[in-house]
């Protein structure tokens, strides 16, 4: 099985509100990311997990929590939505670190913020 | 910081023509390793091609692609466009352990 789970596949979320957006994965990947994918834009990079260690990229570092509690599942928690933050949020895994090229993605996280 | 450029945002053919997205790259690392990765509609983005050494073609699913590092390009091809091949394709630079993208190809093949 080679799939990458994501839930919910949309939400709904207004101003000022936290989301809380889950992944799971049951490929023993070590390495599982967040990606931001907004119409028309390249997916931008938020943040990933090299088993227990987080790495956030340096211009979202504020912005987003992550959780990684197991070895299969992995959170993206934004404290207060801002207009900004709707796109679609795509989670995806990677073996390990020597092999970041070839990630599994999920179907994604739709995020509107109203 | 590392970049990549896919030029064409929206292609459109027409089944059975020759299809041709293009992909440049930079990056300050000398051994770069190159992906295409194909997403249709209501599904899971997916690895398509990844590239192998410096001028050699690597080939997938009638897709093939070849990494010139003279020109930074890995340009994604094939022979004959079928309808099943609109999709959106993303180019992607992996140097440092984490994937940089390219903002997309959307590619329409119409009867």
């Known amino acids: 099985d080679t799939t990458v789970k994501q839930n919910p596949r949309y939400k709904l979320a207004r101003v000022g509100k936290p989301v809380n957006l889950i992944c799971s994965q049951t490929m023993n990947h070590d390495t599982m990311y967040w990606y931001q994918k907004k119409p028309n834009q390249a997916p931008k990079l938020l943040l990933f997990?090299?088993?227990?260690?987080?790495?956030r990229e340096a211009d979202t570092f504020e912005k987003f929590q992550s959780s990684r509690p197991n070895n299969s599942f992995c959170s993206l928690y934004i404290g207060s939505a801002g207009l900004e933050y709707s796109a679609m949020y795509l989670c995806a895994s990677s073996r390990d670190r020597t092999n970041t090229g070839q990630l599994y993605f999920g179907e994604g996280s739709k995020l509107t913020v109203l | 910081g590392d970049s990549v450029t896919q030029t064409e945002g929206l292609v459109t053919l027409t089944e059975g023509l020759p299809v041709m997205l293009n992909c440049t790259y930079q990056?300050?690392?000398?051994?770069?390793?190159l992906f295409w990765y194909v997403h249709y509609l209501n599904e899971s983005p997916r690895l398509l091609l990844k590239?192998?050494?410096?001028?050699k073609r690597t080939e997938h699913q009638g897709f093939h692609a070849t990494l010139h590092k003279s020109s930074s390009s890995f340009h994604l091809q094939k022979s004959s466009a079928q309808l099943s091949d609109s999709a959106l394709y993303y180019c992607?630079?992996?140097?440092?352990?984490?994937?940089?993208f390219g903002d997309g190809t959307v590619l329409t093949v119409k009867p």
């Open positions: 997990y090299y088993d227990k260690i987080l790495n």
């Open positions: 990056t300050i690392y000398s051994n770069p390793f």
């Open positions: 590239s192998s050494t410096d001028n």
């Open positions: 992607a630079l992996d140097d440092t352990g984490k994937l940089t």
